[in-house]
């Protein structure tokens, strides 16, 4: 099954609208997104320099039931995290454009083996670019799926499935 980059241009709405939230004709309601028992054991790492989408990925991946999500700032930075982190990062979900290292430097240092054990780690990448040279260059480094901000929680659940089963 491939799966095709998700562009911006397939949202129905480019009001923000928080995941736990849908919109109805009388205005926003509450919307519980049941959690994952398959996701369970999964620890990831977001890789992302904006805030809010640090933010708005971590609760996506906590409503699908994710065990535990560490953040870094850049490509640096999640080097270092996870040669230091004390449970093994099962996926990482990393943005291309960042200060000091960018994503396909990080996959590239990542897939040469700069930190020990992540060589093959399954790795989301998640852009606000949708452009065929990043598509390319995902496939160069051996990305598991390529996500275009902001994703979906289906669509973000389905993409972890994929990588984690590849």
């Known amino acids: 099954m491939t799966l095709r980059p998700i562009g911006l241009t397939d949202c129905?709405?480019?009001?923000?609208?928080?995941?736990?939230?849908?919109?109805?004709?009388?205005?926003?309601?509450?919307?519980?997104?049941?959690?994952?028992?398959?996701?369970?054991?999964?620890?990831?790492?977001?890789v992302e320099d904006e805030a809010f989408t640090q933010g708005l990925v971590q609760r996506l991946l906590e409503s699908l039931g994710i065990a535990s999500v560490a953040v870094a700032a850049d490509g640096t930075d999640a080097l270092t995290k996870l040669a230091a982190a004390d449970r093994r990062i099962h996926l990482v979900i990393c943005d291309i454009e960042m200060p000091k290292m960018a994503g396909f430097e990080f996959i590239r240092r990542l897939r040469f083996g700069a930190v020990a054990g992540y060589k093959d780690v399954p790795v989301v990448m998640l852009t606000g670019k949708d452009s065929e040279k990043n598509a390319q260059n995902a496939r160069i480094h051996r990305v598991s799926e390529f996500l275009v901000k902001p994703p979906k929680v289906s669509t973000l659940a389905n993409a972890i499935r994929h990588a984690l089963a590849t």
């Open 12 to 46: 129905k709405s480019a009001a923000p609208v928080r995941p736990s939230e849908r919109q109805t004709e009388k205005g926003l309601h509450r919307r519980s997104h049941m959690a994952e028992p398959e996701f369970a054991h999964v620890n990831v790492m977001v």
